[in-house]
T-cell receptor
Framework: SQKIEQNSEALNIQEGKTATLTCNYT??????LQWYRQDPGRGPVFLLL?????KEKRKERLKVTFDTTLKQSLFHITASQPADSATYLC???????????FGTGTRLLVSP | NAGVTQTPKFQVLKTGQSMTLQCAQD?????MSWYRQDPGMGLRLIHY???????DQGEVPNGYNVSRSTTEDFPLRLLSAAPSQTSVYFC??????????????FGDGTRLSIL
């Protein structure tokens, strides 16, 4: 069956450290993979998009990798801050041209 | 720009009632979609539209209807509310193109409880 898996347990890290979140997928062949941030009571906010022919994408303190062999994307936040505390969702283009499929998200808690 | 606006923000219904969740965007986006978010299940696609007059089903369409008469608006109708439809509903929009290749702009959701 098709699955997108993100760690359901919250990730707790100290301020200043690098947070690494994982997105694994099974039985999909995505051309694109996206990452979103979601704060409590709010809608997801787009962060980064990476294409299958790109190994890595950076934006300020954020870095995303996309390994189509391992069927995995890693999302890194360097020099993390308490304001980075949120739930992070990965999404990929599913079986249809216009169907985006989301993972369940991982909650990140950055303590001062 | 307001982005994607969803109304109402909260709603409580009784089983069997019908209602319409409103979604409007002011970015002239062609693609619009509805998701529901339930604990432990992530966002699931209900219906989507690639332009005015064109709609299609997503992963969990049963019990919901949509229409797209204008580019700006994409209402979601619950025909006969059931407790299983208690959820948070998100509307999203993006420019023309494959959904995976476009950032999705989300509203802040409608929190719906069916008693």
């Amino acid at each position: 069956s098709q699955k997108i898996e993100q760690n359901s347990e919250a990730l707790n890290i100290q301020e200043g450290k690098t947070a690494t979140l994982t997105c694994n997928y099974t039985n999909y062949s995505p051309a694109y993979l996206q990452w979103y941030r979601q704060d409590p009571g709010r809608g997801p906010v787009f962060l980064l998009l990476i294409r299958e022919n790109e190994k890595e994408k950076r934006k300020e303190r954020l870095k995303v990798t996309f390994d189509t062999t391992l069927k995995q994307s890693l999302f890194h936040i360097t020099a993390s801050q308490p304001a980075d505390s949120a739930t992070y969702l990965c999404a990929l283009d599913g079986t249809g041209f216009q169907k985006l499929v989301f993972g369940t998200g991982t909650r990140l808690l950055v303590s001062p | 720009n307001a982005g994607v606006t969803q109304t109402p923000k909260f709603q409580v219904l009784k089983t069997g009632q019908s209602m319409t969740l409103q979604c409007a965007q002011d970015m002239n986006h062609e693609y619009m979609s509805w998701y529901r978010q339930d604990p432990g299940m992530g966002l699931r696609l209900i219906h989507y539209s690639v332009g005015a007059g064109i709609t299609d089903q997503g992963e969990v369409p049963n019990g919901y209807n949509v229409s797209r008469s204008t580019t700006e608006d994409f209402p979601l109708r619950l025909l006969s509310a059931a407790p299983s439809q208690t959820s948070v509903y998100f509307c999203a929009s993006s420019p023309r193109g494959q959904a995976g290749n476009q950032p999705q702009h989300f509203g802040d959701g409608t929190r719906l409880s069916i008693l």
